[in-house]
């Protein structure tokens, strides 16, 4: 039977590349790596790491183990975490993927909340793309996912998170600024910042546009960024204009580095949605985290992301 702390030695230092390094961060001598690791290769029989000079490589069976060690760590992780729930308490460490910006504006006060409330509970948040979300949930390496359009395929159950408002934003000496609303026609005749192709917030926009017969092709985009808040300070600097979540847009509105201009016959919302596994091992953490989200204590952050 594989040892559990020798899987933990392990991990640590395939992730370091150093043998001293690990010993560090376990608090353990360097000879006691080096003993853990060589009686973990003589269990499995096979060479998880080979030097080349002074420096440390992993095996093509290093490779393979270091996944199948962080899972089985993790698990075992949960399964204390589980036993120790049976107590009342609830504890664990919850990973959330994100893929949108707007989450990653509610999620940390959101999760600043829910540990106020369940202190025992440590909360990662994963930035990653949309199509990652689901192969993270299902490869266990999250507990829970947030995304800005319904997860497809099997093993997944969702639910709405919230609804989030994209806005116009141009500079507070923009010659819209005073303007009660623009035109879906205007937006093509001064220069736009767009979002990265796979962009919640671009798609959105692209399919409420294209009502108005208007495309991507129609637009004068002289830049296109990957980052939201990168779009909100550029446009504030007076290059401009962009669509992005009210979120993003939040503090430099509050601050009036930019504005909200209106545009007629255009509703730009979109619906956040949560996102887990459908089978799942027991996790009272997540499910209490689930069903949190939508305590009526919480509808004030919710809200944060409507237009006034």
């Keep these: 039977m594989i040892d559990l702390i020798k899987l933990r030695v392990f991990i640590y230092a395939a992730e370091t590349m150093s043998f001293s390094e690990a010993a560090k961060r376990l608090h353990l001598t360097q000879p006691t790596i080096s003993h853990h690791i060589k009686v973990l290769e003589r269990d499995l029989g096979v060479v998880l790491f080979k030097r080349s000079g002074s420096r440390l490589h ?15 760590i993790r698990q075992s992780i949960e399964m204390q975490d589980m036993m120790t729930s049976l107590q009342e308490k609830i504890v664990g460490h919850l990973r959330i993927a994100c893929s949108t910006t707007s989450g990653k504006y509610l999620l940390p006060r959101l999760a600043g909340r829910f540990h106020q409330r369940h202190p025992l509970v440590k909360i990662t948040i994963l930035s990653c793309t949309p199509e990652h979300v689901g192969p993270r ?49 205007d937006l093509l005749e001064v220069p736009f910042i767009l979002r990265e192709p796979t962009s919640g917030t671009r798609q959105v926009m692209l399919t409420e546009l294209v009502k108005h017969d208007i495309s991507l092709d129609d637009f004068d985009i002289f830049l296109e960024v990957g980052n939201a808040e990168a779009i909100v300070e550029t446009v504030a600097a007076g290059f401009g204009v962009s669509f992005v979540s009210r979120l993003a847009a939040a503090c430099a509105l509050k601050r009036q580095e930019v504005v909200e201009v209106p545009v007629a016959d255009i509703d730009l919302r979109r619906t ?13 953490a997540q499910e209490v985290f689930w069903g949190f989200i939508h305590d009526p204590a919480n ?9 006034p």
């Design 137 to 185: 949930l299902l490869e266990e390496e999250a507990n829970l996912g947030v995304l800005s359009r319904e997860a497809s395929g099997t093993g997944l159950e969702i639910q709405k998170f919230f609804d989030d408002y994209i806005i116009l934003i141009a500079s507070v000496d923009h010659p819209w600024a005073s303007r009660q609303f623009v035109e879906p026609a």
């Design 299 to 307: 509808d004030d952050l919710l809200q944060l992301a409507k237009s």
């Design 58 to 72: 992993l095996t093509e069976a290093g490779r393979l183990l270091l996944p199948w060690a962080q899972k089985l």
């Design 272 to 284: 956040i949605y949560m996102v887990r596994r459908t089978i799942e091992m027991p996790n009272r």
